[in-house]
């Protein structure tokens, strides 16, 4: 079963908008993470948030997490025709258990 | 550094047969993950190894297996190859508690 569940699936902006992608989860976690995929590629590790923590920046991307929601969310400014890609949440179900569950990705696509 | 590196790129077998895919993580990465990307389930984890020992198993058949070497480097193998193994499958090595480096993975279609 899934964790995380990101909202929207689909996403379509203009270059230089900001894009705000969401995820769910269903359990306490220790940390929550943020991945991006290229056209079925391997995926590139954003951003990881501990579960202290309630916001995190990484160049253009900011990511906050809400514990009590059980919530993150992805936002990317100014966005890119390069930034068109899957963006996937990512989190450790349940803690200690050695895995990562994924969420079913947004896929967000930016047009020049 | 390099990055994780797996092969085969791409893959083709025939309904029964077997497969091995293998996996070089990162240098002093001790864990690494396997995972199934399908257009229908997502990502979906298959197995954990951390210095050779599996610490956690997906929902997968027995068919799915997996190992690890004193090197780190990892290989999966899928045995008796039924159409809907045909997927992208990833691996990740990452230091504990850090975020997976992904390989490119290998694109495995069964005929």
């Known amino acids: 079963s899934q964790q995380g569940e990101e909202d929207p699936q689909a996403l379509s902006i203009q270059e230089g908008e900001n894009a705000t992608m969401n995820c769910s989860y269903k359990?306490?976690?220790?940390?929550l993470q943020w991945y991006r995929q290229n056209s079925g590629r391997g995926l590139v590790h954003l951003i990881l948030?501990?579960?202290?923590?309630r916001e995190k920046h990484s160049g253009r991307l900011r990511v906050t997490l809400d514990t009590s929601k059980k919530s993150s969310s992805l936002l990317i400014t100014a966005s890119r025709a390069a930034d068109t890609a899957s963006y996937f949440c990512?989190?450790?179900?349940?803690?200690?258990?050695?895995?990562?569950?994924f969420g079913t990705g947004t896929r967000l696509k930016v047009l020049a | 550094k390099a990055g994780v590196t797996q092969t085969p790129r791409y893959l083709i077998k025939t309904r029964g047969q077997q497969v091995t895919l293998s996996c070089s993580p990162i240098?002093?990465?001790?864990?690494v993950s396997w995972y199934q990307q399908t257009p229908g389930q997502g990502l979906q984890f298959l197995f954990e190894?951390?210095?050779?020992?599996?610490?956690n198993k997906g929902n997968f058949p027995g068919r799915f297996s997996g190992r690890q070497f004193s090197n780190s480097r990892s290989e999966m193998n899928v045995s008796t190859l039924e159409l809907g193994d045909s997927a992208l499958y990833l691996c990740?090595?990452?230091?504990?508690?850090?975020?997976?480096?992904f390989g490119s993975g290998t694109r495995l279609t069964v005929v």
């Open positions: 990740a090595s990452s230091l504990i508690g850090d975020g997976y480096t």
């Open positions: 359990t306490s976690i220790n940390n």
């Open positions: 948030i501990r579960s202290n923590e």
């Open positions: 990512a989190t450790d179900f349940p803690s200690g258990t050695y895995k990562y569950i």
């Open positions: 240098s002093g990465h001790r864990s």
């Open positions: 190894y951390f210095s050779e020992t599996q610490r």
